[in-house]
């Protein structure tokens, strides 16, 4: 895939057949054992938004608006009054799009010359524009450089047609794993992603050093230089006083935060970092919070990672959202919260995510109680490998193969589903009994229903249903006693499970691809 993180996939599908034991509960219940030896500092969610629709009320669609692009891997909007939309092209090139006029044929510029764009993860890869690029016409790039493929953060001066290098990371053993995200934060400052130097496992121990920029996302000042550097690092960064650290280090115990950006309106941080191959992982951090240690290769999501590198006494942040890959994802594209003008009303304050094998659209928003909501809401076009945002915060997203851009648009649409549940719990087992509601006007001839379950949480034995688990999906399909669901009526399933400690229900469903209710 373009310039999104390489996965290593070691998972194999398990079936739990009805009333027969499953067998995925060795190698879960093992991890999550070593889990509770190691504390975990929970990531504070900020305070729910006031709109009063539900997730699953919410259908995100798009539209193509051009097509022509090779390999596009991240958008920008220059706030200049033009309405004009920068997007990178692995290769090297940026070009423009306009909403009246199209996509220009004559690229905006051309580094080709300085870009390796080898393997399927090198390239130019990420674009942030200054509060004062009206004004300065300098942008920055994030790109692996030849001849060498270190991993490099330069400003481009328009003005000029200059190139002028400011960083790099020595990134020659693998390809993958280049990171590669840009954006100023609400403090003005550039922040810049850098994944772990690739390869399978962490093999160079990279996300858990401080003395490399592997497996980071950095914060340096670029309005302004101190020499020798050609930057100047905030003395308020984390590990400026720290021996041996490099001080440009803002977060650390990252993979590969292909795609990170900042709320608007509270500043807070979201990064979609991409996993190894049995979680992909969302993180939400409050403003300002720099330090943290967000886990990997201690951790891939919530679950202890085998063979990797955990300090003794470490804390570590635990992200905010998770999902497998056995939901068909492979890699998770990190969007934006929706702070626009056009659906303010129906998706102001949530966060829009997708990945780039299934194309699920991801929405989560925090509930208020330190948790989050969460649904699948539609899907994106295949392959998108950037979300971006206009000026006035509408969303676009770019798709690798055949090189797209989409706009993306939202409306409400009640869902045809509703599910409530009960769980009974005890010790470390559980039944959990669900009622599925046709809440639409058609009957619902064959059905599947999708979920996935808490970590640790493993089926023995389930009822009314032809059960599959593999990982945490599980998908539930209907038995011939009770295939069709009329308008207005019920069908009951359950099933047992053993559990580690976590006998919550699932947090969110979806019948026959659909988003569902979620009732008690």
Same mark, same amino acid.
């Given at each position: 895939?373009s310039?999104?993180?390489?996965h290593?996939h070691d998972h194999? *599908?398990?079936?739990?057949?009805?009333?027969?034991?499953a067998?995925?509960?060795?190698?879960?219940l093992?991890?999550?054992?070593?889990l509770?030896?190691?504390?975990?500092?929970? %990531?504070?969610?900020a305070?729910?938004?006031?709109?009063?629709v539900p997730?699953?009320?919410?259908?995100?669609?798009?539209?193509q608006v @051009? /097509?022509?692009l090779?390999?596009?891997?991240?958008?920008?909007a220059p #706030?200049?009054?033009?309405?004009?939309?920068?997007?990178?092209?692995k290769?090297?090139?940026v070009? !423009?799009?306009?909403?009246?006029?199209?996509?220009?044929?004559?690229p905006?510029?051309?580094?080709?010359? %300085?870009?390796?764009?080898?393997g399927?993860?090198?390239?130019l890869l990420?674009?942030?524009?200054?509060?004062?690029?009206?004004?300065?016409q300098?942008?920055y790039?994030?790109y692996?450089?030849?001849?060498? =493929?270190?991993v490099?953060?330069a400003?481009y001066r328009l003005?000029? %047609?200059?190139?002028?290098?400011?960083?790099?990371?020595?990134h020659?053993e693998?390809s993958?794993?280049?990171g590669?995200?840009?954006?100023f934060?609400?403090?003005?400052?550039l922040?810049?992603?850098?994944?772990?130097?690739?390869?399978?496992?962490?093999?160079?121990?990279?996300?858990?050093?401080? #003395?490399?920029l592997?497996?980071?996302?950095?914060?340096?000042?670029?309005?302004?230089?101190?020499?020798?550097?050609?930057? &100047?690092?905030?003395? #308020?960064?984390?590990?400026v006083d720290t021996?041996g650290?490099r001080p440009?280090?803002?977060?650390?115990?990252?993979?590969?935060?292909?795609r990170?950006?900042?709320?608007?309106?509270d500043g807070?941080m979201?990064i979609g970092?991409v996993g190894?191959?049995r979680w992909e992982?969302i993180?939400?951090?409050?403003?300002?919070?720099?330090?943290?240690?967000?886990?990997?290769? &201690?951790?891939?999501?919530l679950e202890?990672?085998?063979?990797?590198d955990?300090?003794?006494?470490?804390?570590?942040?635990?992200p905010?959202f998770?999902? /497998?890959?056995y939901?068909?994802g &492979?890699?998770?594209? =990190?969007?934006h919260?929706?702070?626009?003008?056009?659906y @303010?009303?129906?998706?102001?304050?949530?966060?829009i995510?997708t990945?780039y094998?299934s %194309?699920t !659209?991801?929405?989560l928003?925090?509930?208020?109680?330190?948790?989050?909501?969460?649904?699948?809401?539609?899907?994106? +076009?295949?392959?998108?490998?950037s979300?971006?945002?206009?000026?006035? $915060?509408?969303?676009y997203? !770019?798709?690798?193969? +055949?090189? $797209?851009?989409h706009?993306?648009?939202?409306?409400q649409?009640?869902?045809?589903?509703?599910?409530?549940?009960?769980?009974t719990?005890?010790?470390? $087992?559980?039944?959990?009994d669900?009622t599925?509601?046709?809440?639409?006007?058609?009957p619902? /001839?064959?059905?599947?229903?999708a979920?996935?379950?808490?970590? =640790?949480q493993? !089926?023995v034995?389930?009822?009314n249903?032809?059960?599959f688990?593999?990982?945490?999906?599980? *998908?539930?399909?209907n038995?011939?006693?009770?295939?069709t669901?009329?308008?207005?009526?019920?069908v009951?399933?359950?099933?047992?499970?053993?559990?580690? $400690?976590?006998?919550?229900p699932?947090?969110r469903?979806?019948?026959n691809?659909?988003? &569902?209710?979620?009732?008690?």
């Open positions: 895939m310039a999104s993180p390489c290593i194999h *599908s398990v079936v739990a057949p009805r009333r027969r034991p067998f995925l509960a060795g190698t879960l093992l991890a999550v054992a070593a509770l030896l190691t504390a975990l500092a929970p %990531s504070p969610a305070a729910a938004d006031p709109s009063p997730l699953p009320s919410i259908s995100a669609t798009t539209t @051009a /097509s022509g090779r390999r596009p891997t991240a958008l920008a #706030d200049d009054g033009t309405d004009r939309l920068f997007i990178t092209e290769s090297g090139r070009r !423009v799009y306009h909403p009246d006029i199209g996509l220009a044929s004559a905006l510029l051309d580094i080709t010359s %300085s870009v390796d764009e080898s399927n993860e090198r390239g990420g674009i942030a524009l200054p509060p004062d690029f009206a004004d300065s300098d942008l790039l994030a692996t450089a030849l001849p060498d =493929g270190a490099t953060l400003r003005d000029e %047609s200059r190139l002028e290098p400011l960083l790099a990371q020595p020659a693998y993958n794993h280049n590669g995200q840009l954006a934060g609400p403090d003005g400052k922040y810049w992603s850098i994944g772990d130097g690739g390869g399978s496992g962490d093999p160079f121990r990279s996300g858990q050093r401080l #003395d490399t592997l497996g980071k996302i950095m914060r340096v000042d670029v309005s302004r230089a101190c020499a020798p550097l050609a930057y &100047c690092v905030p003395g #308020d960064n984390p590990f021996p650290a440009e280090i803002w977060l650390y115990g990252l993979r590969n935060p292909w990170f950006s900042f709320d608007r309106a807070s979201w970092d190894q191959g992982e993180d939400h951090l409050p403003a300002g919070r720099g330090g943290l240690n967000l886990g990997w290769s &201690c951790y891939e999501g202890k990672f085998e063979g990797g955990c300090a003794p006494g470490a804390q570590h942040t635990e905010v998770t999902y /497998s890959p939901t068909g &492979c890699s998770v594209i =990190g969007g919260v929706y702070r626009g003008r056009e @303010a009303g129906l998706v102001g304050g949530v966060y995510a990945d094998c %194309s !659209v991801w929405a928003r925090p509930d208020g109680r330190g948790g989050y909501e969460q649904a699948e809401i539609g899907e994106m +076009p295949t392959q998108v490998t979300v971006g945002t206009t000026v006035d $915060g509408e969303f997203v !770019v798709n690798d193969l +055949p090189g $797209g851009l706009r993306v648009s939202f409306a649409e009640e869902p045809t589903c509703r599910v409530d549940r009960t769980v719990a005890w010790g470390t $087992g559980a039944t959990v669900l599925v509601t046709n809440t639409g006007g058609t619902v /001839s064959g059905w599947t229903l979920f996935p379950l808490s970590l =640790g493993t !089926v034995s389930d009822w249903t032809e059960l688990q593999g990982g945490n999906a599980v *998908s539930a399909a038995a011939p006693h009770n295939a669901i009329a308008p207005g009526a019920s009951t399933l359950g099933y047992l499970v053993e559990h580690t $400690g976590d006998a919550s699932p947090p469903f979806t019948l691809g659909d988003a &569902c209710a979620v009732g008690r």
